[in-house]
């Protein structure tokens, strides 16, 4: 399987990351980010487009630019690379909508086999957290580099 | 510009380092979105092994600072500096690695 990805540019420590995405709605800045949670040694992923206005991420907004699949890879490509720098950290993982829980859950899912070897991946579903299988509609994700 | 990688590994190899995001390190881009995280975590818990794994390396560290400070007041013995070196290699592997190089 090749993944086709954005270039991906990160900070020098490697918890904020930007990509452009290029389709028909033309070049949309896309930020990353791995942030420090109440639980020390867990770190939320937040992922959405730059908004230029208040300078944060907003995660809610659907740009439909035909890159979807693109974009997933490069998002996990994040996720790689912060947990390189960080093997220690768990990284939780929840949409800010249903659709895009089920966005991250379709990347995990398409990047499973590859993923798999590398990270420990737990789902939340029905009031519990199990290891991540496919095919499973999960709410919430935690993932951590296997030692 | 596009990247194509066979391997999870080179995924790694092709991000790039731009000192302009540094201003984002600091800043919490979505803080709403941590907030509900946190809140998420706080409601329903962690699974036991995340929670067992936390605390192996919330000890690890405190071992580690010990291990620094017998090192900072004292003339360490190998055995002390191997244990420290051994600690550092478990939790900064990449940083060590790029020192080395």
């Not at chain 1, 991250?104 to 420990?120: C, D, G, K, L, Q």
């Not at chain 2, 605390?55 to 090192?71: D, G, I």
Request: proline share 4%.
């Amino acid at each position: 399987m090749s993944f086709e990805q954005y270039d991906l540019k990160a900070d020098d420590i490697f918890m904020s990351f930007e990509f452009v995405s290029e389709g028909p709605k033309g070049k949309i800045v896309k930020w990353i980010q791995y942030m420090p949670m109440g639980e020390e040694g867990i770190f939320n992923l937040a992922f959405g487009d730059k908004n230029f206005d208040t300078g944060e991420i907003d995660d809610t907004i659907v740009t439909d630019n035909k890159d979807r699949e693109k974009v997933l890879a490069t998002v996990v490509a994040s996720v790689f690379t912060f947990t390189t720098y960080y093997p220690h950290a768990w990284v939780y993982i929840e949409g800010s909508t249903e659709s895009r829980t089920r966005l991250y859950r379709m990347a995990i899912s398409i990047y499973f086999e590859e993923m798999a070897p590398y990270f420990r991946i737990f789902g939340y579903l029905d009031k519990d957290w199990v290891t991540f299988k496919k095919e499973q509609n999960y709410t919430a994700f935690l993932i951590k580099r296997k030692s | 510009m596009e990247n194509t990688s066979n391997n999870m590994d080179s995924l790694v190899i092709n991000v790039q380092i731009d000192k302009r995001l540094n201003a984002l390190s600091n800043k919490v881009l979505f803080p709403k979105k941590l907030e509900r995280a946190n809140a998420f975590i706080a409601k329903h818990g962690l699974p036991q092994e995340v929670k067992e794994d936390l605390a192996q390396y919330k000890s690890n560290v405190e071992t580690l600072q010990k291990a620094l400070l017998r090192c900072y007041v004292s003339e360490p013995t190998p055995e002390q500096l191997a244990q420290l070196n051994n600690f550092l290699i478990q939790l900064f592997p990449v940083e060590l690695e790029k020192t080395r190089a």
